[in-house]
């Protein structure tokens, strides 16, 4: 399936986002932890230039504790500092802002030694969905942003000042023009990045079913009770599916439209266990952030 969405918004926020960079004395990069290469932007290079950026591995809680420990391992030994978050756990973030701290040491040391109080600015990117306003809500532990489980919830570059110490930009979630790598635009799909008006649900759920066939068609048994083995035909997994939950329509046919939405609510939701759409052997070759 082809998908595409890249609205003039977020080419207007890309270009404002490559200004207001220039306020800021560190990136944090957003990524949603089930997709960690599929969420790298490659327009965020050249807005990210040389400032310090800590690469987080958003929604740690949807993700198995093993494959988050090789991600970040992975990005460590390419040189990004990276840390785990779940953002919906009150005062989660401390730890990033410690790490901050560290990363912008020298600078905080210089502020102090020449008596100015200069709050830090931090930038806060990363694709629709990934997380961003839900982890600066939580820095600031009251509602500050809007968050929503859908992509363009934020559509402004807004600024929410945290005590006097740092103040923190949340940007729109970007995408960027062209998706190279089908993959990569379904794993966004999948994770909600990409608008669900601009996709045909039918399509991506039977996408989604293939792409679990490699390694998580368990999941797909263990929640939908499944008789077809894992070498069945897609569509006849999308029928049992859609029959053991009773999704029909009248005259008894099949509702698809029913199924695939609660097959990707559930992936989405967690409710299909905790699975990961990217692969670390299948990237390593093509991977380059900044
Ligand atoms: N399970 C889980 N959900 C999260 C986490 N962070 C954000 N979310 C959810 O993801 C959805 C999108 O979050 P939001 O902050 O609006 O994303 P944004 O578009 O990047 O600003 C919301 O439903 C959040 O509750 C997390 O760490 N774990
Ligand atoms: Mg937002």
Same mark, same amino acid.
């Given at each position: 399936?082809?998908?595409q969405?890249?609205?003039?918004?977020?080419?207007?926020?890309?270009?404002?986002?490559?200004?207001?960079?220039?306020?800021v004395?560190?990136?944090?990069y957003?990524l949603?932890?089930?997709?960690?290469f599929?969420?790298?932007?490659?327009?965020?290079?050249e807005?990210?230039?040389?400032?310090?950026?800590?690469?987080?591995?958003?929604?740690?809680?949807?993700?198995?504790?093993?494959?988050?420990k090789n991600?970040?391992?992975?990005?460590n030994?390419?040189?990004?500092?990276?840390?785990?978050?779940?953002?919906?756990?009150?005062?989660?973030?401390k730890?990033?802002?410690?790490?901050?701290?560290?990363?912008?040491?020298?600078?905080?040391?210089?502020?102090?030694?020449?008596?100015i109080?200069?709050p830090?600015?931090?930038?806060?990117?990363g694709?629709?969905?990934?997380?961003k306003?839900?982890?600066?809500?939580?820095v600031?532990?009251?509602?500050?942003?809007?968050? @929503?489980?859908?992509?363009?919830?934020?559509r402004?570059?807004?600024?929410?000042?945290? @005590?006097?110490d740092?103040?923190?930009?949340?940007?729109?979630?970007?995408?960027?023009p062209?998706?190279k790598?089908?993959?990569?635009?379904?794993?966004?799909?999948?994770?909600?990045?990409?608008?669900?008006?601009v996709?045909?649900?039918?399509e991506?759920?039977?996408?989604?079913?293939n792409?679990?066939?490699?390694?998580?068609?368990?999941?797909?048994v263990?929640?939908y009770d499944?008789?077809?083995?894992?070498?069945?035909?897609?569509?006849?997994?999308?029928?049992?599916?859609?029959?053991?939950?009773?999704f029909?329509?009248? @005259?008894n046919?099949?509702?698809?439209?029913?199924?695939?939405?609660?097959?990707?609510?559930?992936?989405?939701?967690?409710?299909?266990?905790?699975?990961?759409l990217?692969n670390i052997?299948e990237?390593?070759?093509?991977?380059k952030?900044?």
């Amino acid at each position: 399936m082809v998908i595409q969405w890249y609205p003039g918004h977020m080419d207007k926020a890309l270009r404002e986002m490559q200004n207001l960079v220039k306020l800021v004395d560190a990136i944090i990069y957003v990524l949603d932890a089930r997709a960690p290469f599929s969420c790298l932007n490659p327009k965020y290079k050249e807005i990210i230039g040389n400032k310090p950026a800590i690469l987080v591995l958003n929604k740690a809680d949807l993700v198995q504790d093993i494959d988050l420990k090789n991600w970040e391992k992975f990005f460590n030994e390419n040189g990004y500092e990276t840390i785990c978050l779940n953002s919906t756990i009150t005062n989660a973030t401390k730890s990033l802002i410690s790490k901050t701290d560290l990363l912008l040491k020298d600078k905080i040391e210089k502020y102090k030694s020449k008596g100015i109080h200069i709050p830090i600015r931090m930038m806060v990117i990363g694709v629709p969905n990934c997380g961003k306003s839900t982890l600066i809500n939580n820095v600031c532990s009251n509602k500050k942003t809007v968050t @929503g489980d859908k992509a363009g919830v934020t559509r402004s570059n807004q600024w929410v000042k945290i @005590g006097g110490d740092y103040e923190l930009l949340d940007t729109p979630g970007t995408l960027w023009p062209s998706f190279k790598d089908d993959k990569v635009a379904r794993n966004l799909a999948y994770i909600g990045s990409i608008k669900d008006e601009v996709i045909d649900i039918n399509e991506l759920a039977f996408a989604f079913i293939n792409d679990l066939k490699n390694n998580y068609y368990s999941n797909l048994v263990d929640r939908y009770d499944l008789k077809c083995d894992v070498n069945c035909e897609t569509i006849d997994i999308f029928d049992e599916i859609c029959v053991n939950r009773n999704f029909k329509l009248k @005259g008894n046919e099949i509702d698809y439209n029913r199924g695939a939405k609660a097959i990707i609510d559930d992936f989405r939701k967690g409710r299909l266990g905790k699975i990961i759409l990217d692969n670390i052997a299948e990237v390593k070759n093509v991977f380059k952030i900044f």
